[in-house]
């Protein structure tokens, strides 16, 4: 098998479907969500924590079985019910209509996965074992959260703001790149989270 081709990919504004509206979709929903995406539901029923996001008017409930129609101008699909046959269905129409499919649990009904990821702000960490062990991918997350602190989320962007002001200033681009390395090194960021300790100190 060919390696998968890691991407963040912007879904801000941008149609994805969920099909199924249980305990499998609440566990799938939020980083859609999170990332901006239009999320549409389709289910003969839902779960309370999907009827308050209704009833929030965070996502749309079409309360009935798929359609094959559903996936008209979508980017991405997730199947998460709990029928194999369903997904499949909506696995196969996805796949004839170009449209990225994640039926859950179920690697080979899957044109992408969901990695364990890291999120310190802006800084997020992947990581997938291409569906083989998410147990694994759990694992290593839960180590890279004990690695890089909550710190991390600050000091990005204070880095965002230091390399804004570096491209504002009339430089050799060697220089430049040369410079953005140095400050995004582990001396850095400790000497910016001793700062941050003193001045909490201070106060």
Not at 34 to 52: M, T
Not at 91 to 118: I, K, M, T
């Amino acid at each position: 098998m060919p390696s998968l081709f890691p991407l963040f990919l912007k879904l801000e504004g941008r149609r994805c479907l969920l099909v199924g509206a249980g305990l499998i979709a609440t566990q799938k929903i939020e980083s859609l969500l999170s990332a901006g995406a239009y999320v549409h539901i389709i289910a003969p029923r839902a779960d309370d924590v999907i009827r308050e996001l209704v009833r929030e008017g965070r996502v749309c409930w079409s309360q009935r079985e798929f359609r094959a129609s559903d996936l008209d101008q979508v980017v991405l699909v997730v199947a998460a019910t709990s029928d194999p046959g369903v997904n499949e269905t909506v696995f196969r129409e996805a796949r004839s209509r170009g449209v990225l499919c994640n039926a859950v649990d179920e690697p080979e009904r899957c044109d992408f996965y969901y990695p364990a990821v890291v999120r310190r702000g802006d800084l997020q960490i992947a990581i997938s074992t291409a569906g083989q062990s998410p147990a694994l991918a759990q694992r290593i997350r839960r180590e890279l959260e004990a690695q890089f602190g909550e710190g991390y989320s600050d000091w990005l962007r204070w880095l965002a703001g230091v390399r804004a002001l570096f491209f504002r200033r009339a430089m050799d681009a060697t220089q430049r790149r040369e410079a953005l390395h140095r400050i995004a090194s582990g001396e850095v960021y400790e000497r910016f989270t001793s700062a941050r300790k003193r001045k909490e100190v201070e106060r």
